[in-house]
């Protein structure tokens, strides 16, 4: 094993260049490290200035996305071993505008995941009296994988679609639609509808499937796509053939 | 922060996707190659359809017709033609258990009985066409 490893760093600092470079780092190689461990490094020993997000290091709060030798990974799940020999080059998500170093601006993807209204919709809220709202093992087992998602956009990166099409939802919100769409206590189907049949939500997707590859949290939302075209499909030719119905 | 601002802010950085992005990975390149099979899937619907029509126009421009169908280069090119919309119809029912998902009471039925059912009503068609084509 090596006792150091290269990281090829993206760097991009707006107030002093107007095109990004990279910058090499040679750090301590540990069997145990995580591509984050090695980013910790230099940010604490080598160059305090490198910007980047993380928080949980633990695989659960979805900030510390990058691509590590061009494919998208939670680098704080990401071996240093698993890219070796090196050198590694770290870059910052693909389909975002950086805004620094390895920070990318997600507002866009903040904006689409409330758009599709990611919660609960009641008709109508039953009294707390009556108690929960019950749901059997095989209804939980209906949305529970797309619950999984915790928004850390490597599907968005993935997504050749999404970076030739910027207005397209995109999978993780359409994903996130549909763990609630499949949820048997949720009613607000109808709503999503309208922002998902819209050309730029389901039908945007060509069926890549990259977005599915990449997920660290095993979500198919490449899956969820195609399962909301046929929904979204039969919902159209059954208001055609039963107008009166979908009054 | 104003939406407006950030679309149009100058310093940030935005990569522009070269035009041949697709060379990139191996999984975007079979995606567009699968994609290109769609023109053969409409060479072959726009054929049957000039077939139609020179049978409404009468035996002759059918016979004609016949003849061209059966000239060895046009019949090369059609095997080629069969086997790149015979790649498409496989790749397009395989991905019918990621689309199609059903649910007996609270059973899931198994991918490979959605599979088998798009290949069995596949095969059921291709059979009934075979059946009126050849020996009915």
Request: glycine share 6%; aromatic share 12%.
């Amino acid at each position: 094993m090596p006792e150091t490893v290269t990281l090829e760093v993206f760097r991009y600092r707006p107030e002093e260049e107007s095109e990004p470079t990279f910058d090499s780092f040679e750090v301590p190689y540990h069997a145990e490290w995580m591509i984050l461990d090695a980013l910790n490094y230099i940010k604490d020993d080598l160059d305090g200035s490198l910007s980047y997000r993380w928080a949980c290091r633990m695989g659960v709060c979805g900030s510390c996305g990058m691509l590590a030798n061009g494919r998208p990974v939670l680098t704080c799940t990401t071996y240093l071993e698993s890219l070796l020999p090196g050198p590694i080059r770290i870059e910052p998500l693909e389909g975002f505008p950086v805004i620094r170093d390895l920070v990318g601006d997600i507002g866009d993807f903040m904006g689409k995941l409330a758009a599709v209204k990611p919660w609960l919709i009641r008709d109508e809220e039953k009294p707390v009296e009556e108690g929960e709202y019950l749901q059997t093992p095989s209804q939980l087992d209906d949305y529970k994988q797309y619950s999984m998602c915790i928004n850390c956009m490597l599907c968005y990166s993935a997504c050749p679609i999404y970076r030739l099409e910027p207005d397209f939802i995109g999978p993780a919100a359409i994903a996130l639609a549909q763990r609630y769409n499949l949820d048997s206590r949720d009613q607000g189907a109808e709503e999503r509808m309208d922002i998902l049949s819209q050309h730029d939500g389901i039908w945007g997707c060509t069926l890549v499937g990259e977005c599915t590859e990449v997920c660290p949290k095993g979500v198919d939302p490449a899956g969820a796509i195609q399962r909301y075209k046929v929904s979204a499909t039969v919902d159209y030719f059954k208001s055609l053939l039963m107008p009166r119905r979908s009054l | 922060m104003n939406p407006q601002y950030r679309a149009y802010h100058p310093r940030w950085y935005r990569k522009s996707v070269p035009i041949f992005w697709w060379l990139r990975k191996r999984s975007y390149a079979a995606f567009i190659a699968r994609e290109l099979t769609s023109v053969f899937v409409a060479y072959s619907a726009i054929m049957l359809v000039v077939l139609v029509l020179a049978m409404d126009r009468g035996e002759a421009a059918y016979v004609g017709m016949m003849d061209w169908l059966a000239t060895p280069i046009v019949v090369a090119a059609h095997i080629l033609v069969l086997l790149v919309v015979l790649f498409h119809t496989i790749t397009w029912l395989n991905l019918a258990p990621m689309a199609i998902v059903v649910k007996l009471g609270d059973r899931k039925l198994p991918a490979s009985a959605v599979l088998m059912g798009h290949y069995g009503a596949w095969a059921v068609c291709t059979a009934i066409v075979a059946w009126l084509l050849i020996w009915r």
